[in-house]
C-alpha cells in the first residue's frame, strides 16, 4: 500500500463502526466509509466532542451536523494551502490519501531535467495540479463542474501559484480529450481521477466500467514522443491495482516500454496503528 503519511495538517485519528474520526487542522470531523466494518471501542474524546458530523441516511445521502466549525478554512500540506469547506455527501473538497501521488508526480517532474506539459483530467479542487505547478509543470486542469474549477483557483491563489502556468477548463473530459487529438496537442505525463459515476456539463453520463479503458485509450494518442508518466485513481471497489495495471500495461507498455506499478492507496491511523485503504491507484512511468 502506498500510504499518504507526511501531512502535518491532516490525521485520521481512530477508525470504528463504519466512521472515521480525523482532525483537519484545528477541527475535528466524523464521517462515515463504508471500508471500515469493524467495531472497536471509540476511547478518543473526539469521538464525543467532534466539531462536525456527518450522519448517512438509510436512504442515500445523509446531512451534516455542526458544533463549532466555520464554514471554511484552510489547512497546508507543505507550502500548498487548501481551502475547506463541508459540502454534499460528506467531502470537504481535499482527498488526504493523494498526497502520496503528489509526492510521486512531484518527484518525477523534478527530475526529468527538460519542461513537462501535464493533462490533469477530472481535476477535482487542484491537489495534483497545484503539486504538479508547484514541481514545475504546465499544467491543463480540466473538469465538469465549474465550481470545482473555481474553487481548485482559489487554492491556487492561496498556494501563491495564481501566476502558475495552469489552464483552466470547464469541460467533458472525454470530449475535451477528443478535440485535443483533432488538434494535435500533445502531454508529458496525464492525471485521471474519473469518478465512478458522473455528468457532464451537457448532462453527458460517465459511468466508470464502461468508460475508462476507452478513455484511456484516447488519452494514449495524447502522450508525447516522450512521455513521462500516466498515473489514473479509482475509488471504484470493482477496479483493484490489478486492474488498473493491465489496463496501463496493455495500452501503453507496447508504444512507449517502461513499466507499470499499481497499489492501493492508504493513510495512517493513530490510535490503532493500522493503515486505512483509500482506494487504488496505477502508475505508468517511462
Not at 69 to 83: A, R
Not at 162 to 191: M, T
Not at 248 to 254: G, K, Q
Request: hydrophobic share 35%; charged share 20%; proline share 6%.
Amino acid at each position: 500500500m502506498w500510504i499518504a503519511e507526511n501531512w502535518n495538517d491532516y490525521q485520521v485519528i481512530d477508525c470504528s463502526k463504519g466512521e472515521k474520526l480525523e482532525r483537519w487542522g484545528n477541527y475535528l470531523l466524523i464521517r462515515p466509509d463504508p471500508q471500515i466494518i469493524w467495531n472497536t471501542p471509540q476511547k478518543h474524546s473526539g469521538w464525543r466532542q467532534p466539531d462536525a458530523h456527518y450522519h448517512r441516511s438509510a436512504k442515500g445521502g445523509g446531512q451534516w451536523e455542526f458544533f463549532d466549525l466555520p464554514e471554511q478554512w484552510t489547512i497546508h500540506y507543505h507550502s500548498l494551502t487548501f481551502n475547506l469547506k463541508p459540502f454534499s455527501f460528506k467531502h470537504t473538497g481535499l482527498f488526504p490519501e493523494q498526497a502520496v501521488n503528489w509526492d510521486w508526480c512531484q518527484q518525477k517532474i523534478r527530475t526529468a531535467g527538460r519542461p513537462v506539459k501535464l493533462l490533469n483530467l477530472f481535476a477535482y479542487t487542484g491537489g495534483a495540479t497545484l503539486a504538479a505547478a508547484q514541481a514545475g509543470a504546465a499544467v491543463t486542469h480540466v473538469d465538469a463542474s465549474k465550481g470545482m474549477v473555481s474553487w481548485a483557483k482559489e487554492n491556487a491563489i492561496s498556494s501563491g501559484l495564481s501566476q502558475a502556468p495552469i489552464r483552466w477548463l470547464v469541460d467533458d473530459c472525454v470530449k475535451f480529450a477528443e478535440r485535443e487529438i483533432r488538434r494535435g496537442n500533445h502531454y508529458d505525463a496525464i492525471i485521471m481521477d474519473p469518478p465512478s459515476y458522473g455528468r457532464g456539463p451537457k448532462g453527458e453520463i460517465w459511468k466508470i466500467e464502461d468508460s475508462i479503458y476507452p478513455l484511456i485509450q484516447l488519452c494514449v494518442q495524447l502522450l508525447s514522443q516522450n512521455p513521462l508518466f500516466f498515473l489514473i485513481n479509482s475509488y471504484t471497489t470493482g477496479l483493484a491495482p490489478s486492474v488498473l495495471t493491465y489496463m496501463l500495461s496493455a495500452e501503453i507498455c507496447p508504444r512507449y516500454g517502461g513499466q507499470v506499478q499499481a497499489s492501493e492507496i492508504g493513510l495512517p491511523v493513530k490510535e490503532s496503528g493500522l493503515l486505512l485503504p483509500c482506494g487504488a491507484s496505477g502508475r505508468w512511468e517511462n
